[in-house]
């Protein structure tokens, strides 16, 4: 990913916050020379440098994901982004762009089809969105697990890029905030606040 060094995010703790709170993901491998993308959630794990998930086994991506045991595969991660005006700026002449947050995630993938651990995985997945624990019967996740695979990706590489207007005049920027707040798009004004 193009990072300039005023864009790039590479602090641990901004990282592992930022997939905790955006943990869909586009998990993308390469099969016969065609990128082939899977959006689904992946959750990552800061003390194995893990993510994981699944898919479902009749996707086709399982079969890359099998073959790409010893490669690399990208997941792509994105956050808040938005529209920016240059008519917002207090500085001129100016253009418009986008402003977004993203990191790219590189690993090496593993399948998981052992019963337990494909269990494990997707009560870990419910903890992560569900307020309080759901009760299954214990037989529930049974035939279930017959449709998915689990997938591990251990982490080789992580580079994030928050480009938030920090290139411009810190008026210009403030005025961008206000105008993103006046416009409803707070989750954007809100990472541009904390990231200035």
């Known amino acids: 990913m193009y990072t300039p060094p005023y864009f790039r995010e590479d602090g641990p703790e901004t990282i592992a916050a930022f997939l905790h709170t955006n943990s869909f993901a586009n998990l ?8 082939f993308a899977t959006h689904l959630p992946l959750l990552y794990q800061p003390e194995t440098n893990t993510l994981i998930g699944h898919l479902a086994k009749a996707n086709p991506q399982c079969a890359h994901l ?3 045991e010893n490669t690399s595969v990208l997941t792509i991660f994105t956050g808040p982004h938005g529209y920016i005006s240059p008519r917002w700026y207090t500085h001129a002449p100016a253009v418009p762009t986008w402003n977004y947050t993203a990191v790219h995630v590189y690993g090496t993938p593993k399948l998981i089809t052992e019963p337990e651990a494909l269990t494990r995985i997707l009560l870990m997945l419910e903890a992560h969105y569900e307020p309080e624990p759901i009760v299954y019967e214990a037989t529930f996740f049974a035939p279930k697990l017959k449709g998915i695979v689990g ?3 251990e982490i080789s590489r992580i580079e994030g890029k928050f480009k938030l207007s920090q290139n411009i005049p810190a008026e210009s920027r403030a005025s961008v905030i206000e105008t993103l707040k006046r416009d409803g798009q707070t989750a954007l004004a809100i990472v541009m606040e904390i990231n200035q």
């Open 28 to 35: 993308v491998t390469i099969a016969n020379s065609e990128p």
């Open 66 to 68: 099998e073959a790409a």
């Open 151 to 153: 997938v591990e990706i």
